[in-house]
């Protein structure tokens, strides 16, 4: 049997290079997405021998270079079976009153239009082929408000009706959507989000057990794994310690 390719966008961090060795591990070829091409790089040496794999080095929110990228992928490459849409981050987490502009910018151009722009330029060849699977990931975020979360909420709930909407109007063109919705991941988001202060990033994952990025990928795997006649429509997961996103059970 042909093995598949899957394009994952955010492969150098967390949840999305989790993902990309599991994949590899299952014999899925692979076409890497990120800025950091060093980080590319090594992921696509050590994944090689496992599978096929090929990267492209690029900012999700440049819609050129989205266009220029994808339609540089090599013909082997070129069907593409999987689509994990996992690009994203959080900028900030500051009242809506004292919110810096340029990180709602970031958010709402990365998280949302990012995803729209990847999805734009892979759809039309899953619809002619008639045969492809997308999985959004989105988050808790996307299910509810936190305080400070304003934006970055306001972006994942907009993954979440994007996840409806690309379902609604894909699923008899043959083509699988879901949406993966996470509550909290020790991956380098909270690094991001407090723009590299790690102490404040650290005490995100303190005092209780976060999942892991492999628990997601996990996740991912099986979803993406399933017979064709099963779709996970959207899915959430949170550690156990989580009840919601602003309780949590922590020791401290
Ligand atoms: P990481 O910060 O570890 O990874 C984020 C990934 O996104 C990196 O590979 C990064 O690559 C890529 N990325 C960010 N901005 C851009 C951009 N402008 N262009 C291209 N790629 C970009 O975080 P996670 O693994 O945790 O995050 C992955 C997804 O999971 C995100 O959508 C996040 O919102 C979501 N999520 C995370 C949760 C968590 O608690 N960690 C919970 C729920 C959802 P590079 O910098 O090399 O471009
Ligand atoms: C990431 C989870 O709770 O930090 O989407 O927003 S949270």
Redesign the pocket.
């Known amino acids: 049997m042909d093995k598949k390719t899957a394009l994952i966008?955010?492969?150098?961090?967390?949840?999305?290079?989790?993902t990309a060795i599991l994949f590899a591990e299952n014999g899925i070829n692979l076409i890497l997405?990120?800025?950091?091409k060093d980080?590319?790089d090594t992921l696509q040496r050590e994944l090689s021998e496992k599978v096929k794999v090929h990267y492209l080095?690029?900012?999700?929110?440049n819609k050129e270079a989205v266009f220029n990228a994808i339609n540089s992928i090599p013909s082997e490459f070129k069907n593409i079976d999987i689509l994990i849409?996992?690009?994203?981050?959080?900028h900030g987490l500051a009242p809506i009153d004292q919110g810096e502009i340029d990180d709602w910018d970031?958010m709402m151009?990365?998280?949302v239009k990012?995803l729209l722009y990847v999805s734009k330029a892979i759809i039309p060849g899953m619809v002619a082929r008639k045969k492809g699977h997308i999985i959004n990931?989105?988050?808790?975020?996307g299910k509810e408000v936190y305080p400070g979360g304003n934006v970055?909420c306001a972006s994942?709930h907009a993954?979440d009706a994007i996840n409806q909407g690309m379902r609604l109007d894909l699923h008899a063109k043959g083509i699988k959507v879901g949406a993966i919705?996470?509550?909290?991941?020790?991956?380098?988001?909270?690094?991001?989000r407090f723009k590299g202060d790690t102490e404040k990033a650290d005490k995100v994952y303190q005092g209780y057990t976060?999942?892991t990025?492999e628990d997601?990928a996990e996740i991912i795997y099986f979803t993406i794994s399933r017979p064709a006649h099963v779709n996970i429509a959207d899915l959430i997961v949170m550690p156990s310690d989580q009840a919601s996103s602003t309780i949590v059970n922590k020791t401290e």
């Open positions: 966008t955010g492969a150098t961090s967390g949840i999305g290079k989790a997405c990120g800025r950091r980080r590319l080095s690029f900012d999700v929110r849409n996992n690009a994203g981050n959080a970031a151009d990365i998280n990012g990931i989105g988050s808790t975020a970055y994942k993954v919705n996470p509550g909290l991941v020790e991956t380098e988001f909270s690094k991001v976060p999942l990025p997601i």
